[in-house]
């Protein structure tokens, strides 16, 4: 694994920014892909429905360099995503025989 390639470090701090890695860790990136690199990367895919693997596949590389808003995908170790699986503001839950269903509503200030 410990294998060194130049880019990794600036990836690293990216996964930082967006909260994959802890904001404890070190800022000082090696270009190592570590634990740490493959432990971001596999939640990285997970949230944006990629092929979960235990590497950084072309795949994960073309979509961690899209245009994004600045905003963490994770906060604390939590995903604020919904893992690549669609919005739902209705929720049908089944009590007894019938059915409830109940929406979600927001107000912006």
């Known amino acids: 694994m410990d294998q060194k390639v130049k880019g990794l470090a600036k990836l690293k701090n990216c996964f930082q920014r967006f909260g994959y890695i802890s904001s404890s860790s070190s800022p000082n990136f090696i270009g190592d892909f570590d634990k740490i690199l493959e432990s ?16 950084l596949d072309v795949q994960t590389l073309k979509h961690s360099v899209l245009p994004r808003s600045g905003n963490p995908d994770v906060i604390n170790g ?3 995503m919904n893992s690549g699986k669609p919005k739902s ?12 269903a109940t929406t979600c509503s927001y107000t912006v200030y």
């Open 40 to 55: 971001a990367a596999k939640m990285y895919q997970i949230n944006f429905n990629l092929n979960s693997t235990d590497e």
């Open 78 to 80: 939590t995903s604020t």
């Open 89 to 100: 503001d209705s929720m049908i839950q089944t009590v007894g025989r019938k059915s409830i």
